[in-house]
């Protein structure tokens, strides 16, 4: 059954909201009152189209409908959740909710919000359970992270549904113990968004020197290992409690002013502007949103390879999209879009990774004839003895592409397959790939027949190819 999303309040963050759900297969109703909310949903739309497709190596369920509503009253009716993403006013949210739960009272609704608490948000509210902090970060279709932040009123069954329905569409719920002003993250980084205003006012640096020095250096460990992971590593051998001796006193130097706020006069935010306008005015917002979405993409998929951080978590989600394969005609071994990462300098797609994408195929059909992850480690598997690709047109990042897999050779120790791969949206074909394996022994590592289960298999559908 299709589940609904309303999204209430369609800027940037609502935007973001709107693509997350309509890319993992919601339909999603949008209430923004701006006449310009369509032109801007559909942007994002874009980026999203193009960006969280790369993250998988199966392609996402069918994009949902996008409707935009009149009202309120019309996008919620028939929700099973409400994300609430509308200015930093808190009357305006109190308003926002009253109108939500006049409508729909069962539904639970998340609010966007940066700054206040849940218990803030629930005064006055008809159902103060149903309301919790689902707090994400910028891009929404894109970073992981939600913070969920329950009051001492929300309702435990609702939080736990949020949770269930926020890791559905590939999300990292971090559950808040104690709600607090600015919720965790927020606090880190007005932390280091006020050193940066001193260091800029007082002549330090400049922000493209203050940017610098976190994507070279710290920025990328806490993509990796997050903050204290990373500090017990630099403790070495002895570990964090070593850390913690040799670098404590240095919180008594007055090293930082985070007591302290700049005067934030014309003076401090024209230098700021200027600054940033020499680092990135020759780029446009859209052409940043996209560099910033393939940089993301390139460092997700790293850790994904790895199995770590975000990467891990792309690795659960990406489980629960896994095809089934369908013997009626040829095999659909794989339905994806092509990363930014598997592109070179020429633009397109690097002949490497047609190796990849056909060895994904082979080990679809393996997994679909029975040689899967518990054969391999019983000791059996087929392994790639001669290929021959041939490149016919070019592919691009972003593309949404499928290969189709014919058994063309099913004879004992044999399996020879044919893989098409061909572009989604108009079927051209884009290259081939002629496989021939030989079934082997993992001990001994010589080809051996198959088990008869795997062998029967392999023999049923090279015949039903051949006849097809």
Known sequence: MTKTAAIIGGGVIGGGWAARFLLNGWDVNVFDPDPEAERKIAEVMANARHALPMLYDYALPAEGNLRFCSSISDAVADAQWVQESVSERLELKHKVLTEVQSANAAVPIGSSTSGFKPSELQEGAQIPGQIMVTHPFNPVYLLPLIEVVPSEATSGQAVENAIEILTSIGLYPLRVQKEIDAHIADRFLEAVWREALWLVKDGIATTEEIDNA???????????????????????????????????????????????????????????????????????????????????IAMMRALKQQGNAAGRLINDHQESLRPKLDDSGPLITVKRSIPVDWTDYNGHMNEGRYGQIFSDAADA?????????????????YFTAETTVKYLVESHAGEQ????????????????????????????????????MLHVNLESRRSCPPLEHVRDMVEGLAKQHAEA
């Open 401 to 436: 592409v499928t290969v189709e897999s014919k058994i063309t050779l099913g004879e004992g120790k044999k399996l020879r397959c044919f893989h098409e791969m061909k572009r989604e949206s108009d079927g051209e074909l884009l290259a081939t790939c002629d496989q021939f």
């Open 214 to 296: 976190i994507r070279y250096g710290f920025g990328i460990r806490w993509a990796q290992m997050g903050l204290f992971e990373t500090y017990r590593v630099a403790g070495g051998e002895a570990g964090m409690r070593h850390f913690m001796a040799q670098f404590g006193p240095a919180l008594k130097w007055p090293w930082t002013k985070l007591m302290d706020v700049p005067d934030f006069t014309d003076e401090l935010v024209d230098m700021i502007a200027d600054q940033s306008d020499a680092q990135s005015g020759h780029l446009t917002i859209r052409e940043l949103e996209r560099k910033r979405d393939n940089n993301l």
């Open 365 to 381: 059909v393996m997994n679909h004839v029975g040689a899967n992850a518990e054969y391999i480690e019983a000791g059996n598997s």
